[in-house]
C-alpha cells in the first residue's frame, strides 16, 4: 500500500537530504512566519512543511502533479482534514496503548501484531467509507489513485475475512496444535491447526486441557509449544504490521503537507492579496514573468499599510541587478522573489497574481549580515567564507540572490570582488539576481550591453518619497540616501512632525 500524494512514484520521506542551505534561506527569505501560519501549533505540520518546502521539485511534472492534488484539497478540505485526524488519532492511541509489537519474546510479537492489526480495522473502514462515498469529488491523478488502492485493498470481504483471522489468532478460546511424537516422547513437528467450525468433526476429539491458575510452570511450557506451532505465521504477521504502520506514518506526513498549505491558504484568504499557481518551465528556458508579487511573510503581519506588490518580466535573463533609493523597496522584492520560487517548487501556491519560472537546481541566498560580535575574522571574510560553502553547493540551472554582498568593504574592492564573482557564476549557468548600491559594479555590467542581463530600479517621486515600485531602469550613480538623511535630522529638528 503506497500513498504517492507527494511524488508520483515515491512516498514522501522527512530524512531525505537538503541540498540547499535550510537555515540561511529560512531567515533571508523571512520563511519562519510563514511555516508557524502553516503549522498552526501543530509540530508535525512545521516539521513536514519545512522540510517539503527545501525539497525542490526540479521537474514542471512533478510540480503540477503536486498542485493537481493542492487544487482538490482546497476543493474539499473538510475531506481533508478529515483524514488528517483520522490518523493521527490512530497514532495517538497505537502510542498509548500498543507500547510495541517487536520484542525478543516471539509470543509477544505475535499477540501485539495481531492487536494492533486487530485495532487498525476501524479505521481502514473509516477510510474505505471515504474512498466510496468521496472519491468522485476528486479530480487529480494522486487522489484518484490513492482511493483506487483504497478500495481495491480493502474492499468488504477482505476486511470481513481479516477481521475473522485476526480473532481465531487471538486464541481466545484456545488454540488447536499437532505434533508428533519422537524419541523418548519429546514432541516435535509442531502445527498451527485452523478450528474449522464447519467441520468441527475433525478436531473436536482432539485431546484438550486447560491449566490451573496457578500453574505457572505448566503455563511457561503450554507457552512454548504455542510459539513453535505458530513460528511460521509470526514474521509474516510481525511484517505486515510494520508494513501497515508505515502505511500510516506516511499517509499522515504527506496529508501534514496539504493541510499545512490549507492553513496557510485560509491565512491569505482572510487578506487582500492574491494567491496565484505558478506555471513551471523547464530551467534550459531561463522564463521569469510575474504580477502583482509581493512579501508573503509581509502580508501574514497585519499592518495599517499597504503591501506594494511589483511585476516583472525577464525572459531569457540570467542575470538581474537592482539598484536604486535606499528604503525603496528593492530587499523586500528580492525576498518576494525568492519565496516565490521556493514555493513553486515545492507544488504550492504563489504570493502573485500570476507567475511563470523555470524551475532551478537548488536556490541559494547571500545577503549581509549584521556585524557579530563573537566572530574572529572581519566581515569581509566572513562574506567570502559564506560564497565559498554556497559555490559548493551549487549546480548548473541553481539561483543565487545576493543582497548588498560585500558591502563591508569600499566599493571599488566591492565591485571587483562581485563582478569576479557573478562573471564565474553566469559562465556556470547560474542565474543571480543581485540586490547593489555599487554604481561601478552594477553600471560596468550595464556598459556590456548584454541582452540577457537585465537592470531593475527601486523608484523615486520627485519629491524623495519612496514608492517601493520596482522598475526597468538603468543604474544611478547615487541611492539617494541624502533623502533619509534630511527625514531623519529634519524630524530630529522639528519633534512635532
Not at 516422547?185 to 478436531?203: C, D, E, I, P
Amino acid at each position: 500500500m503506497n500513498v504517492y500524494l507527494m511524488h508520483q512514484d515515491r512516498n514522501f520521506s522527512i530524512n531525505e537530504t537538503i541540498t540547499q542551505d535550510q537555515k540561511t534561506l529560512t531567515r533571508d527569505l523571512g520563511i519562519e512566519g510563514i511555516l508557524e501560519v502553516m503549522a498552526n501549533q501543530d509540530p508535525i505540520i512545521y516539521d513536514i512543511c519545512n522540510q517539503a518546502l527545501f525539497l525542490s521539485l526540479n521537474d514542471p511534472d512533478a510540480i503540477l502533479y503536486r498542485q493537481a492534488i493542492l487544487k482538490d484539497c482546497i476543493k474539499n478540505p473538510k475531506i481533508i482534514r478529515t483524514m488528517y485526524e483520522l490518523v493521527t488519532e490512530l497514532l495517538v492511541k497505537k502510542k498509548e496503548w500498543f507500547w510495541s509489537f517487536t520484542s525478543s519474546y516471539r509470543s509477544s510479537n505475535l499477540s501485539g501484531s495481531v492487536n494492533l492489526l486487530k485495532f487498525f480495522i476501524k479505521y481502514f473502514i473509516c477510510f474505505k467509507e471515504i474512498a466510496d462515498n468521496e472519491a468522485s469529488k476528486f479530480n487529480s491523478a494522486g487522489f484518484k489513485n490513492f482511493f483506487a488502492m483504497i478500495r481495491e485493498n480493502l474492499d468488504d470481504d477482505f476486511i470481513k475475512m481479516l477481521d475473522t483471522n485476526l480473532k481465531e489468532l487471538q486464541f481466545k478460546d484456545g488454540v488447536l496444535i499437532s505434533a508428533q511424537v519422537g524419541k523418548k516422547l519429546y514432541g516435535h513437528s509442531y502445527v498451527l491447526r485452523k478450528k474449522n467450525k464447519s467441520s468441527r468433526l475433525k478436531w473436536r476429539f482432539a485431546p484438550s486441557f486447560t491449566l490451573h491458575s496457578r500453574d505457572d510452570r505448566g503455563a511457561i511450557d503450554l507457552g512454548y509449544r504455542k510459539v513453535r506451532a505458530c513460528e511460521p505465521i509470526i514474521d509474516p504477521i510481525v511484517l505486515s504490521t510494520q508494513h501497515v504502520l508505515a502505511f500510516w506514518n506516511i499517509l499522515k506526513s504527506e496529508l501534514a503537507f496539504y493541510v499545512g498549505a490549507l492553513n496557510l491558504y485560509d491565512r491569505i484568504r482572510e487578506t487582500p492579496y492574491p494567491l496565484t499557481f505558478p506555471d513551471p518551465m523547464e530551467a534550459a528556458e531561463k522564463d521569469l514573468n510575474c504580477e502583482g508579487l509581493y512579501d508573503l511573510g509581509l502580508s501574514l503581519i497585519k499592518t495599517a499599510e499597504a503591501i506594494i506588490s511589483n511585476s516583472l518580466s525577464a525572459n531569457m535573463n540570467d542575470l538581474l541587478i537592482v539598484t536604486g533609493a535606499n528604503q525603496g523597496g528593492k530587499t523586500t522584492f528580492l525576498r518576494s522573489l525568492g519565496q516565490a520560487q521556493l514555493m513553486m517548487q515545492c507544488g504550492l501556491f504563489v504570493p502573485s497574481e500570476s507567475f511563470t519560472a523555470s524551475v532551478c537546481s537548488g536556490i541559494f541566498s547571500h545577503f549581509t549580515k549584521d556585524e557579530d560580535a563573537t566572530m574572529t575574522s572581519g566581515k569581509l571574510d566572513e562574506e567570502l567564507n559564506r560564497m565559498s560553502a554556497i559555490i559548493d553547493k551549487l549546480t548548473p540551472q541553481a539561483l543565487i540572490l545576493f543582497n548588498e554582498s560585500f558591502a563591508s568593504t569600499n566599493e571599488r574592492e566591492g565591485s571587483e570582488i562581485a563582478r569576479q564573482i557573478v562573471k564565474a557564476l553566469l559562465a556556470k549557468e547560474i542565474r543571480v539576481v543581485f540586490v547593489t548600491h555599487f554604481f561601478a559594479f552594477a553600471n560596468g555590467f550595464y556598459q556590456e550591453k548584454n541582452p540577457h542581463h537585465l537592470f531593475l530600479r527601486a523608484e523615486r517621486s520627485d519629491d524623495g518619497s519612496r514608492t517601493f515600485v520596482i522598475l526597468p531602469g538603468k543604474p544611478f550613480p547615487t541611492s539617494f540616501g541624502n533623502d533619509l538623511y534630511q527625514r531623519v535630522f529634519e524630524t530630529c529638528r522639528n519633534p512635532s512632525t
